[in-house]
């Protein structure tokens, strides 16, 4: 069909510009030109082209209408909504930027809170007085193990403050606000299991040491773990970071965390194992009791304990050889430093395996049972001293028992 159409046409235009010659004649000769029918279509084309422009001109000229001219108030308009759309988008770029500026500031305010709790939270429960809490022993004393709680004589346990801390609520603008809450929560959490852990070392290691019927706060006094200072507050970069609840809690935990460390040192040398590795029998006790010689009531300052020749004497904590060797009537003598104010004395043995000096820990074989000195018999004389005072070795082996 379309052949048709197109045929049609062809065939009206071969009718309508069939080829055509112009002859002119000059000076007696004559020239002819052929007008084929593409050049006169061409022709044609040329001439409705040039009649509609001058007809458009026309019109232009008659009504003062151009549809290729802008008017200056045409041109006012697009440059005020130019200018309109740009000022709207330099401040919608500017609003963009204050937002990202504040979610910046907020996460790295956040972070740093963050890192800070962290920091405090790695010192509190990476240090030795907490590490020792849990399933670990609350004293290191070859290679103890709690047999029992002691009693505390507080009439009131102490315990933590609240049961939960509050957590602020965390909002930078940005999605994983979700996921910084729960690390909040979840440091809390971690604190209050500090505390809460901190608490029971504590308690543990003060029922210890009033176990042995010592004032915890004169054994306290003897401590390494004093501090102090002029109070100097903190201000610029060095300044807490942190709001609320968690960093005056911190400082509380801290408190207790000193008294923590001082109680477990104290606790970790104390003199509190047995004396003699083998069977042995109690022959006189600490206090008054008549004298082996001369039979009148005198003040023995230790315990006596009778088993074989030789038998194997032990350092009852860990601590340095104060003195070794021989101590008048005390025969062939070890003392022990113990440090805190501790000493334990080991007297009569036939035979000393340390010397001055020496570091020894809780099980080292000091010497072998004798009678050495102002002895009767064959027998150990135990003593356990501090602050320069005899103490009753029988409150410390009482304490012994709670670890073995």
Known sequence: MISDVIGDVRQYILQTFPERQ???RSGGEVKYHN???????????TLVFMAAWCLLTLVNFAFGVSPFASTDERIVELKSNYERQLADSRAKIENVELLLTEQRNNFEALAAEIETKHNTLSQIVGTEAVAVMGDEPALKFADADILMAPTV????RRVARRSSLASHEISTGLPFDRALAELDSSQ?????????ELLETIDFNRALIEATEMDLDEVMEQGT???GGPYIPLEGPDAPLLEGEFQPRTTAIQARLYEAEALTEIVN???LGHPVEIESIVTSKFGVRRDPFTKRPTHHSGLDFISGSMAPILAT??????FAGWGGAYGNMVEVDHGNGFISRYAHMKKLNVKRGQKVEAG???GGMGSTGRSTATHLHYEVHFDGQARDPKTFLKAGRYVQ
């Not at 004589?153 to 009131?156: G, L």
């Not at 809390?188 to 809460?196: G, K, R, T």
């Not at 904590?317 to 104060?322: N, R």
């Open 35 to 45: 007008l084929s029918t593409r050049v006169q279509v061409g022709i044609v084309a």
């Open 153 to 156: 004589r507080d009439s009131a």
């Open 317 to 322: 904590g860990p601590g340095t050889v104060k």
């Open 364 to 366: 080292d074989q000091v």
């Open 225 to 227: 773990q004093g501090q």
């Open 269 to 271: 040398t104390l003199p």
């Open 188 to 196: 809390n959490n971690i604190l209050l299991m500090a505390e809460s």
């Open 22 to 24: 112009i002859y002119l």
